[in-house]
């Protein structure tokens, strides 16, 4: 069973940057697709950024192009969002979230694990 653990989560000021990080307890399979999704208060769980261990195939969904930039260090099983340019409508719990094979999806249902989740709160 393979555990997530999250971190960097916090509140920052419209316009400031976050950086979160995600480790695996374990890498048991030969690849990975590690992903970061979020939920708002009274949304769907919505995709983010998705990453293959070896780094070289990556997803970045348009709400958070050009401003989010995911990264993995496999030698630490740890996959990087690096935030900037925040909005209020980045407020959310970011959740990190693996899986076996390089799919890339966007969809939760396709994930197996998942981490507890990190606040993030974009102030005005």
């Known amino acids: 069973q393979i555990q997530l653990v999250e971190s960097g989560g916090g509140l920052v000021q419209a316009g400031g940057s976050l950086r979160l990080s995600c480790t695996a307890s374990?890498?048991?399979?030969?690849?990975?697709?590690m992903s970061w999704f979020r939920q708002a208060p009274g949304k769907e769980r919505e995709f983010v950024a998705a990453?293959?261990?070896?780094?070289?195939?990556?997803k970045v969904a348009g709400s958070v192009k050009g401003r989010f930039t995911i990264s993995a260090d496999s030698a630490k099983n740890t996959v990087l969002l690096k935030m900037n340019s925040l909005t209020p409508e980045d407020t959310a719990v970011y959740y990190c979230?693996?899986?076996?094979?390089?799919?890339?999806?966007?969809?939760?249902?396709?994930?197996?694990?998942w981490g507890q989740g990190t606040q993030v709160t974009v102030s005005s």
């Open positions: 990453i293959t261990w070896s780094g070289m195939d990556t």
């Open positions: 374990e890498r048991s399979f030969s690849t990975y697709t």
């Open positions: 979230a693996a899986t076996s094979g390089i799919t890339l999806s966007v969809q939760p249902e396709s994930y197996k694990f």
